[in-house]
C-alpha cells in the first residue's frame, strides 16, 4: 500500500501493490457474481480487506479497482505526483518532460 495521488478521484488515496490488488481482484468478483443480500453486504469483505490493508473506509468498489501502483507511473522528479501511465512521457500536473522516456 503506498499512498499515490489518483487522476481520477483528484486526491492522494491509498493504492495496492500487485499482490493486495490480486487479492483485492479476488474479492471484487466474487462480490460482483454474488446474487445474495445487499450491495454492502456483498460487497462488505472487499471493503474489510480495503480497510485492513489501507486503515482506508471512505471508498466505493469501483474505486478499490483502479487504485492500483501498477497503472501510474512513478512520481514526477518537479511535482511529485505520479506520472498518468507508467509509460508517459511528460508530467500531465506540471508539464515536466521525463527525463528517462525515451521517444
Ligand atoms: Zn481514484
Ligand atoms: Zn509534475
Known amino acids: 500500500m503506498k499512498i499515490l495521488w489518483c487522476w481520477r478521484c483528484r486526491m492522494e488515496l491509498p493504492m495496492l ?10 474479492l ?5 457474481r454474488s446474487r445474495e443480500g445487499t450491495y454492502e453486504e456483498r460487497f462488505k469483505e472487499l471493503m474489510d480487506y480495503y480497510e485492513e490493508v489501507t486503515g ?8 478499490i479497482m483502479h487504485h492500483r501502483i501498477a497503472q501510474y507511473g512513478p512520481p514526477c ?13 511528460f508530467c500531465a500536473a506540471c508539464g515536466n518532460k521525463r527525463p528517462s522516456s525515451s521517444e
Open 77 to 89: 522528479e518537479k511535482c511529485g505526483k505520479p506520472y498518468r501511465t507508467p509509460l508517459a512521457s
Open 56 to 63: 482506508f473506509t471512505k471508498t466505493i468498489p469501483n474505486a
Open 28 to 32: 471484487y468478483g466474487k462480490s460482483i
Open 17 to 26: 501493490d500487485e499482490a493486495e490488488y490480486k487479492k483485492a481482484y479476488e
